[in-house]
């Protein structure tokens, strides 16, 4: 099976706006969706929907017209609210009354959202049915005085006691009340939202449109320390499915089982790979097999995750892009400590402009320990010392830093763990085009640690400093039993410095469950971008790739292929 990500929707678009920012927002909009394969026709009767955005009074003629094309009508953003004389309610089905101001609207499930309901939640707070499951939506709320019985409510929005639709369809007409402000046509949350209902308009009319088997079926290559989070991912992100899981240990497959009752499971690993019951293939051996088993994965047709470290080699890399490419597939890396709160909080903070220009970052993990004698420490299986941690925390730098890389120069130790290949101790340093400079040091000779990031702007600076946490509790006989957590085991503490010497403590926000998951069922099924790709995995490979070439001689620079 070959198929491409992205949707098959095809919308014309009616756009009169006379506010610039929101047309300037709505622009964006149509840009950002082509680029989620949604296409545009230049005429009504050739789209799945015509999507009217407009803030002024629509007339009788436009009404009319649409009404007669016998073509699906979003009527979105300000378009209800800019129509005081309901020349749009015979359609809708919707008396509208005021709008409030923007805020942050919580947009929850209608009655009838169906397969909806299941794909919008981004917040789950507590158990409480009061609170409930919604997603978060900075626009206003028109609010909504009477709703005919033919009506189908899709999302709605409390504005004090009173719930309104948001979003509702009545035959061919959908109505999306979100999008009236810029930063409601902006938010990336609102476009999802858009695509779904969308969806669902599309698929309620009986109009063609091709959209991606539901759900992804995924078949799990390698069930080691890492399988039970991707099974679990699989398992609860909608529109992702665990088809099968092989690993050469019958004894993983065993505990694959326990968890996933009644799953598929083989030791056969080609087989796996060109299953025809599956879509996608997660790679998750250890580093130095990556490449063979994602390339024969993109060419069997599957959309391929592949475990980080990407490769070995950028040419492996290179690839398994090109034959992702040809066959229209996917292929990116698990990149999974692009959420981890410390991560999320350092890159709002250089983002927001609070540091100034950010142009020096150190970055730090290890602590003083034998390396395990697994594979993890071999460096012709894991790649060597720059590829464990760096595959992770070289990832966070890139993305810090979108300038190219100008070149690296990196050292190792080898000094004490002589049972084991990988090099204890090794630091690289990332010169950027621009100036800036990153470096990574990862040591298993670190008795002090230093902070896991020290970050310097031209108007203040940012330091995370490790945590030591213990877990207390007692054995079998009463006495008190204390567990030392490993420092990555817990996030570090931020605090930012300001040029005037004051501090200030940071929040570390927590993502959604399963975020890479949540983005890779977004962009399989709804053409919706992901924060990583496979090109900025590819970028991560070549510096730890001239990071080793580096540290092979002597610290000489080398750019990056
Ligand atoms: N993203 C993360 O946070 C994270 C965390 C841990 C590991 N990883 C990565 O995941 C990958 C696996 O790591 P792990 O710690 O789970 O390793 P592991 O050694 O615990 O598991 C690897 C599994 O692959 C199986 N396997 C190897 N070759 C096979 C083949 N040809 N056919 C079938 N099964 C095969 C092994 O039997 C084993 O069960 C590595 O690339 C590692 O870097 C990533």
Partial sequence: MSRGPGVRLCLHWLVDLSDAHLADAVAD???GLRGAGVEEAPGARDAHAVLVWRDTPPGPALVDRLARLGVPVVLAGPTLAADPDGAWTGHTGLVTGPVTPAHDVRVRAGRDAGGMAARLVDHRHGTGAHLGEHVHVHDRVLRVEQVDDDVAVLLTAAVGLAVHPVASRRGPVLAWLLGGTPTGVASPTARRLLLLALHELVAATGRPASAPRTPVRAALL?????????????REVTGL????????????????REVSPGLRTTTDAAAAVEDPDVDLVVVSTPPDTHAEWALRAVRAGKHVVVEKPFAIRTEEADAVLAAADEAGVLAVVYQNRRWDPDYLAVARAVRSGR???VFHVEAFVGGFGHPCNLWHSDVDASGGAFYDWGAHVIDQLLDLFPAPVAHVSATTHKRRWFDVTNADHSRVLVHFADGAEAEFTHSDLAAALKPRWYVLGTAGALVGSWRVERVVSRNAVGTLEEDVLAPADSPPVLDLHDADGSVTRLATPSAPPHPFHRELADHLLLGLPMSVTGATSRRVLAVMEAASASAADGGRPVVPR
């Fill in 222 to 234: 390698g069930y080691g320390a890492i399988g039970h989070e991707h099974a679990a991912a699989f």
């Fill in 29 to 31: 909009l149509r840009l």
């Fill in 241 to 256: 499915g665990l088809e099968l899981v092989c690993d050469r240990n019958p004894e993983r497959l065993a505990a694959a």
């Fill in 355 to 357: 540091l100034g220009e």
